[in-house]
């Protein structure tokens, strides 16, 4: 076997390959877009690099079968609550079932890491924002939404037979839409609506700087500082919004308001591996026709939540249960959605576990995010609770 760091199109071609090659036989694999991984990789693309550097490798077997991949990273901006050392990351893991190749894949990424400087690695994540590519999945090896890893269930054994151990478990949560609420939704929702300083609102895409300003304010106050996340600019939420525009779904994107102060966002998206499953990776011109042409002839019956939060001081009030059945009202009986997977959240997190479950969810994924740490005489210790 010999390992290739990406250094040329091929091998990143065959970086992008491996993935495909690994899962081809799986029924529920759905093959990412190759631009979404591309990306994290390009400078231009990718804010990260202004803060770390990142590294890729193939691994090979001496008469040229694709048998693993892996990439290494630092960033400066990676941090988890109680780190007292430098951490790195690894991810866009892929490997046959063979722990000694998997070890050859972990040890360079491992050995990079620490010419760096680092003290231990996590992975797999992301060179990047927490939204996408982060974890192992453990549990739930069903069709994977839109930039939600999907590995084969022997990576598991992979990842603690070489050491690394259980950091913190992500739950994805679903539930059917057109299933009726929780009563209390109800009872507290009917307390909040008394008040006519109350209302909420879904998103127009002909207003999108209003919303971008909103979901900004309320970000920061809510999410901001938390395991590593930080502030977000209003440039950047509008920028993402007008990416987002074409595929929005504006009734599914929520806004509750206080005097017409933004103080909760309930924020989903259609699940767009509903239609990018049938583009086998491509998004060039070709690929965009194709997605037009499905998306405008099949209905996609699933979205996902992207991000639910309310402003400090209102949490605990019922706001939560105000916005959802505000939302509900609409989605429940305007839209044709059956289907609804919240993205994952981390057991650190109890409060948003809580309200997740409280609207009669069931766990759909379970994905995990490991720690190696470097020197064995140090202490391990899981993500503390938030």
Known sequence: MKLLQVKDKELERDFLLTNVKINRHDPNYIRPLDKDILDVFNPEKNKAFRFGEAERWVLKSDDGELLGRIAA?????????????????????????????????????????????????????????????????VEGFTPPVY????????????FENYGFRNFYNQYCYS??????????????????AQDPNFRAEYLKKSRLEKYA??????YNKAWAGHSGLKQIEEKVMLKTFRTMKPVMDE???WFAYYKD???????????????????????????????????ATKKCTKFTGLVFGIVPEYQGKGV????????????QNQLSYTDMELQWIGEFNPKMMNVSESLGTQVSRILTTYRYIFDPTREFHRHPVL
């Not at 109680?82 to 892929?94: A, H, L, R, S, W």
């Not at 933004?262 to 690929?287: E, S």
């Open 73 to 137: 990273f630092t960033n400066k901006k990676y941090k988890n609550k109680g780190d007292t050392f430098p951490v790195g990351g690894i991810g866009f893991f892929d490997c046959i079932n063979d722990q000694r190749a998997a070890d050859m894949l972990f040890d360079v990424a491992k050995h990079w890491l620490m010419q760096r400087g680092m003290e231990a690695m996590d992975g797999p994540i992301n060179f990047g924002e927490r939204d996408r590519w982060w974890g192992l999945l």
């Open 147 to 158: 930039c939600l890893n999907y590995n084969q269930p022997y990576y598991k054994e992979l």
């Open 175 to 192: 539930l059917k839409v057109r299933d009726r609420l929780q009563e209390k939704f109800y009872t507290r929702h009917a307390a909040i």
């Open 213 to 218: 300003r909103d979901f900004t304010i309320v």
């Open 251 to 253: 009734k599914i994107m």
């Open 261 to 295: 102060e933004p103080i909760a966002i309930w924020t989903n998206i259609p699940d767009l591996n509903f239609w990018f499953k049938y583009l086998n990776g491509r998004f060039d011109w070709w690929g965009k026709l194709k997605f037009l042409w499905y998306k």
């Open 320 to 331: 939560d249960s105000y916005i959802i059945v505000e939302g509900a009202k609409v989605i």
